[in-house]
């Protein structure tokens, strides 16, 4: 009798956007896979498989995970929770499929997969399952302080990362209480996020990064930013290296 084979389950981080900054360990791991899972929005293409397609085999299973349409729940609402829930308990079992008939699947994962992203929900139902692996890959936030050239903290600076979803009160105690912030999720909160700095006199180095490291990537002094208008995933970077040199055209 042949004993059953498992198959692996790898997290393969596809880095901020660049896809020449996509890691040597990561384009292995996508020669070798069997099948691609990807998340998506429905509707929408999927911006991690845009940035890691060119290493697609031909012969390579895709499969899509597209999140279910909650634009009019609110996403504290009971509601929300229990959709998204279901929908990571469904995306989990379709992967659960390829890996129990020995497939290799690579959930792919814009910047870390360990950092705010969507494949640590099928991580936390598969892992203890089935063989796994991940492969780390660079931030979307270190992605952009790198391309804007600014020094992001040093010697004892304290680095604070902070969803630009929390409420405008914890936006503000929290940048009070550090030398250096990244801000993520930033989208249609940008009006608080720019009036929690200004609270908190950090508005002066703040740095305004859109599709940071890709084509048509945008940035400039937050406080010169004229509107409020900003996709989802724009950064803003708060330097707290008190020696920096000037960059963007900010005071050093």
Request: glycine share 10%; net charge negative; proline share 6%.
């Amino acid at each position: 009798m042949n004993a059953i084979v498992k198959g692996r389950l790898v997290g393969v981080g596809t880095g901020p956007g660049d896809p020449e900054l996509l890691t040597l360990k990561a384009v292995r791991a996508l020669a070798e896979a069997d099948v691609v899972a990807h998340f998506a929005k429905r509707g929408n293409n999927s911006n991690a498989r845009a940035i890691v397609g060119a290493h697609f085999r031909p012969d390579l299973i895709e499969l899509p995970l597209l999140y279910p349409v909650t634009t009019e729940i609110d996403k504290h609402h009971s509601d929300y929770r229990s959709q998204i829930a279901d929908f990571y308990e469904e995306s989990a079992e379709k992967v659960a499929e390829h890996l129990g008939a020995g497939r290799m699947v690579a959930v792919l994962s814009e910047g870390d997969p360990l950092f705010y992203g969507s494949y640590m929900h099928l991580h936390v139902r598969l892992a203890h399952r089935f063989p796994t692996e991940v492969i780390p890959g660079v931030t979307a936030m270190s992605g952009c302080w790198s391309a804007t050239g600014t020094p992001i903290v040093q010697g004892d600076d304290v680095l604070t990362v902070l969803p630009g979803t929390m409420s405008e009160f914890e936006l503000t105690r929290r940048l009070a209480d550090t030398d250096a912030a990244v801000i993520m999720k930033v989208g249609r909160n940008l009006p608080k996020i720019r009036r929690a700095l200004e609270a908190t006199d950090k508005l002066a180095r703040a740095v305004y990064v859109e599709r940071g490291t890709m084509p048509g990537g945008v940035s400039m002094r937050l406080a010169d930013k004229l509107d409020d208008n900003a996709p989802y995933f724009a950064i803003v970077l708060v330097a707290g290296w008190s020696g920096r040199p000037a960059a963007l055209g900010a005071e050093a």
